[in-house]
């Protein structure tokens, strides 16, 4: 059982460049989301995603635009890159079944970190 | 709207001491409360989290949190600090806005811990 997988695992990209990071779970899970992990700021929504072809912005969408035409598949992608967006990304997923739909605990990959020149 | 406050970006304990890791939640409804650990180079897995009922949450790795509604917190304690414990922690809350459940993450805590 893989859970969550990212790719790729680390990526350069120069200033203006565009990219994909791909995110793929195999819970059947409902819910994914997107993060940026920077030092001292925590993890902070880009965007998630409630079920197949719906999409929703977080706290810090701009830059980033995501699509999830398949279930199991959540893709974060970067139409220009800018410095501003070096970090370690990380996608998560979660049921929303159960009687305590809020509770349920985010599955989390192992991360993609991004450095932009 | 849900927030966290994580006291304490670092702390550092010996090993055998208390662990005590420090938040504190803002929910205008009762809150759902997660206690997160990541260690170097993975990603995060969940330690503990409060629901409902008991208010004495135990975890894993002998890790236990207090859901205490009147201080607003929810704290992370283990008695006993080993030195595989070292890692960074993040108490999170969950809250939903038109029914759509999101997760608000703490900024973290590294926990150093000495031998």
């Known amino acids: 059982n893989a859970g969550v997988t990212q790719t790729p695992k680390f990526r350069v990209l120069k200033t203006g460049q565009s990219m994909t990071l791909l995110c793929a779970q195999d819970?059947?899970?409902?819910?994914m989301y997107w993060y940026r992990q920077d030092p001292g700021m925590g993890l902070r929504l880009i965007h998630y995603?409630?079920?197949?072809?719906?999409?929703a912005k977080g706290e810090v969408p701009d830059g980033y635009n995501v699509s999830r035409l398949k279930k199991q598949n959540f893709l974060l992608g970067l139409e220009s890159a800018a410095p501003s967006q070096t970090s370690v990304y990380f996608c998560a997923s979660s049921t929303r079944q159960g009687i305590f739909a809020g509770a349920n605990v985010l599955t989390f990959g192992a991360g993609s970190r991004l450095t932009v020149l | 709207a849900q927030s966290v406050t994580q006291l304490g970006s670092h702390v550092s304990v010996s090993e055998g001491a208390l662990v005590l890791l420090r938040c504190n939640y803002s929910s205008s409804v009762p809150p759902y409360l997660f206690w997160y650990v990541q260690y170097p180079n993975q990603g995060l897995q969940l330690l503990l989290k409060?629901?409902?009922?008991?208010?004495l949450v135990k975890g894993i790795n002998g890790f236990e949190a207090e859901f205490k509604k009147s201080e607003t917190s929810f704290h992370l304690t283990k008695p006993s600090a080993h030195m595989s414990d070292a890692a960074e922690y993040f108490c999170a809350v969950s809250g939903t806005t038109s029914g759509t459940y999101k997760y608000i993450f703490g900024t973290g805590t590294r926990l150093k811990v000495l031998a």
């Open positions: 995603s409630v079920g197949e072809g719906t999409t």
């Open positions: 819970m059947n899970h409902e819910y």
């Open positions: 409060y629901t409902t009922g008991a208010t």
